[in-house]
């Protein structure tokens, strides 16, 4: 069973920048798909950003495209989203997720895809 814990979320004014970081315990960050999600009050969950289990590809959700970045220290295993200019839009509570498959080359927005999420951490920026 992996275990993931979020950390690093908190208000800031548009165009600012967070990196939210996600321990993982019990598994491998590196031998396995990492992701993000997040959801907005309101809204569904969404995908934000994933990195595959095999090569390390990268997806993003095409509107923080060019802005979050997504990586992992394999040897902390921990994951990363480093999120810059930050908009208001991006307020929401974001997840770490995990999959149960080992060198999974799948890092889509397929919710059902991700069979480990953390608790969440709360993302709020203020315009």
């Known amino acids: 069973q992996v275990q993931l814990v979020e950390s690093g979320g908190g208000l800031v004014q548009a165009g600012d920048s967070l990196r939210l970081s996600c321990a993982a315990s019990?598994?491998?960050?590196?031998?396995?798909?990492m992701g993000w999600f997040r959801q907005a009050p309101g809204k569904e969950r969404e995908f934000v950003a994933a990195?595959?289990?095999?090569?390390?590809?990268?997806y993003y959700e095409d509107s923080v495209k060019g802005r979050f970045t997504i990586s992992r220290d394999n040897a902390k295993n921990v994951v990363y989203l480093q999120m810059n200019s930050l908009k208001p839009e991006d307020t929401a509570v974001y997840y770490c997720?995990?999959?149960?498959?080992?060198?999974?080359?799948?890092?889509?927005?397929?919710?059902?895809?991700?069979?480990?999420w953390g608790q969440g951490t709360q993302v709020t920026v203020s315009s």
């Open positions: 019990g598994g491998s960050v590196s031998t396995r798909t």
């Open positions: 997720v995990a999959r149960r498959f080992l060198y999974s080359s799948y890092a889509g927005p397929r919710i059902d895809a991700y069979d480990y």
């Open positions: 990195i595959s289990g095999s090569a390390g590809n990268l």
